[in-house]
T-cell receptor, first 111, second 113 residues
Framework: DAKTTQPNSMESNEEEPVHLPCNHSTISGTDYIHWYRQLPSQGPEYVIH???SNVNNRMASLAIAEDRKSSTLILHRATLRDAAVYYCILPRGGSQGNLIFGKGTKLSVKP | DGGITQSPKYLFRKEGQNVTLSCEQN?????MYWYRQDPGQGLRLIYYSQIVNDFQKGDIAEGYSVSREKKESFPLTVTSAQKNPTAFYLCATKRGQGYAEAFFGQGTRLTVV
């Protein structure tokens, strides 16, 4: 299985952009990069996913390196409600595979 | 409202007892999953099912059992063979195995007393 590496924790100030990095140097050509987040005492929620091109949605942007060995989840203006654990995931077995969660990055947002 | 319902939210079990956690969905999704989460850790896959009457073991299936008799329901039984059952259990669904977005329930926190 391709593995991902994320920092254990990050801090941000409210209303500032946040860049959450993820390294996946063993990614294969067909692996999609998925991001989920988990608020305290809740189930994870889908944030975004992509293959090669940068992706945007209402929650965040995903910037994927040209060699696809790393990616960055961008929250354009952090709010207190964005404080959560963010998981970068490469589904096992390709795009149709199961989601296997690592420890993720715990994001703290300061007012 | 469409969604995933896990019940109960909190569950206490005595050692040596089996207990069943409920997961019901009205999203009409084919794929369903059970995960376990320990404090400060990520989620680990217990079992998954891509279609009714079929399911596969995940990474930590020992001590657990499931059934998938209906599309809407995927109950998880934690048996007495599970040595450390105290954990947060999460059920998830996807429209199908090939879809990207998974939807999670609110979880059941199981404590062995």
């Amino acid at each position: 299985d391709a593995k991902t590496t994320q920092p254990n924790s990050m801090e941000s100030n409210e209303e500032e952009p946040v860049h959450l990095p993820c390294n996946h140097s063993t990614i294969s050509g067909t692996d999609y990069i998925h991001w989920y987040r988990q608020l305290p005492s809740q189930g994870p929620e889908y944030v975004i996913h992509g293959l090669t091109s940068n992706v945007n949605n209402r929650m965040a942007s995903l910037a994927i390196a040209e060699d696809r060995k790393s990616s960055t989840l961008i929250l354009h203006r952090a709010t207190l409600r964005d404080a959560a654990v963010y998981y970068c995931i490469l589904p096992r077995g390709g795009s149709q595979g199961n989601l296997i969660f690592g420890k993720g990055t715990k994001l703290s947002v300061k007012p | 409202d469409g969604g995933i319902t896990q019940s109960p939210k909190y569950l206490f079990r005595k050692e040596g007892q089996n207990v069943t956690l409920s997961c019901e969905q009205n999203l009409n999704h084919d794929a369903m999953y059970w995960y376990r989460q320990d404090p400060g850790q990520g989620l680990r896959l217990i079992y998954y099912s891509q279609i009714v009457n079929d399911f596969q073991k995940g990474d930590i299936a020992e001590g657990y059992s499931v059934s998938r008799e209906k599309k809407e329901s995927f109950p998880l039984t934690v048996t007495s063979a599970q040595k450390n059952p105290t954990a947060f259990y999460l059920c998830a669904t996807k429209r199908g195995q090939g879809y990207a977005e998974a939807f999670f329930g609110q979880g059941t926190r199981l404590t062995v007393v």
